[in-house]
């Protein structure tokens, strides 16, 4: 792929997608199927460095927007960057602010919760949570408004102005450091509309090229970039994505926003999806993790995974 990032699959599984490979890195090699642990503001709870070098941990993914608000995206490239910052040389993947589009809008909008309720139709309780409250007078407001061209936030700290285009996205993460990079996206919500994902999916998709053009102007020589493939749980807007990001040059491919209304549904978006993505590049699936979902979702076809 490169001399900074490459991908090989050694092995696939005749029965299933599952495969199994290594992505080589400037910082390491990752033994492909893998589970990058959250460290959202440069630390995962409760562990340390050296707790996750014994646990074997070969990646970590930290989070743009919480680390843009504090200590400040220059702050940490000033002190030498995510490695030197967190004590950790291995890997790192920064997401872009792309989830923060959706727990800081939609999440709140619709009240569905950023963890446990990503899938409101799991059980009773979360079906309940999973009612839009946009009709509610006293409902939460939203924390971000979205735009064609990027997305200004309301800090949840203070109440600051924060602004994210895709340009801005890549600059704070090549500032960062990662490894990775992702692209700046709509993450939606799974109580969208049909048009209103199309609607953000067409912007998703131009996001992306711009992501692309401001990775090739300012990106450190280590960093490979992620493209996202959105569209809901909607078969025609995932199958035009994956073909849309999928044509585009990133190193890699991840697969988020909204994954439907249960896990049967994700197992289905993927089963749309992979078919369509470059089999040459890595897939990285969004904040899914759980045990159960790793096997399920390994035998898709799916080589990454975080979930917090």
């Known amino acids: 792929m490169s001399d900074y990032f490459d991908f090989k699959i050694y092995a696939r599984d005749p029965h299933s997608r599952a495969r199994v490979g290594v992505i080589s890195t400037a910082h390491g090699d990752i033994d492909t199927p893998a589970f990058m642990p959250v460290a959202t503001q440069a630390s995962v709870k409760g562990l340390s460095s050296e707790d996750l070098l014994a646990l074997d941990v070969q990646l970590l993914i930290a989070n743009t927007y919480h680390l843009a608000l504090r200590p400040g995206a220059q702050n940490i490239a000033h002190l030498g960057g995510l490695h030197r910052f967190m004590n950790w040389q291995r890997v790192i993947s920064t997401d ?13 909008r619709d009240g569905v919760g950023k963890i446990a309720d990503i899938f409101p139709d799991e059980d009773e309780n979360r079906r309940r949570r999973g009612t839009p409250l946009s009709s509610d007078p006293n ?33 704070l993460q090549h500032q960062l450091g990662a490894d990775f990079v992702l692209a700046f996206d709509e993450c939606t919500s799974p109580l969208d509309s049909y048009e209103y994902t199309r609607e953000a999916l067409a912007r998703t998709h131009r996001w992306a090229e711009r992501c692309l053009e401001q990775h090739r102007q300012t990106r450190r020589e280590h960093q490979a970039i992620f493209g996202i493939v959105q569209g809901g749980a909607y078969r025609d807007l995932r ?12 190193d890699a491919l991840a697969i988020g926003g909204s994954l439907g209304r249960s896990k049967t549904d994700m197992h289905a978006i993927l089963d749309w999806t992979i078919p369509r993505l470059p089999e040459e590049k890595p897939r990285h699936l969004l904040g899914i993790g759980e045990p159960e979902d790793i096997i399920e979702c390994v035998q898709r076809g799916i080589d990454l995974f975080d979930c917090a």
């Open 96 to 108: 872009s602010g792309g989830f923060q589009v959706f727990s800081l809008g939609a999440a709140i």
């Open 139 to 171: 409902a939460p407001v939203p924390l971000c408004k979205i735009d064609n061209d990027g997305v200004t936030f309301s800090s949840h700290l203070d109440g600051a102005r924060i602004r994210l285009t895709p340009e801005r996205s890549l600059e």
């Open 239 to 250: 199958e035009e994505s994956a073909a849309f990001i999928g044509g585009l040059p990133f």
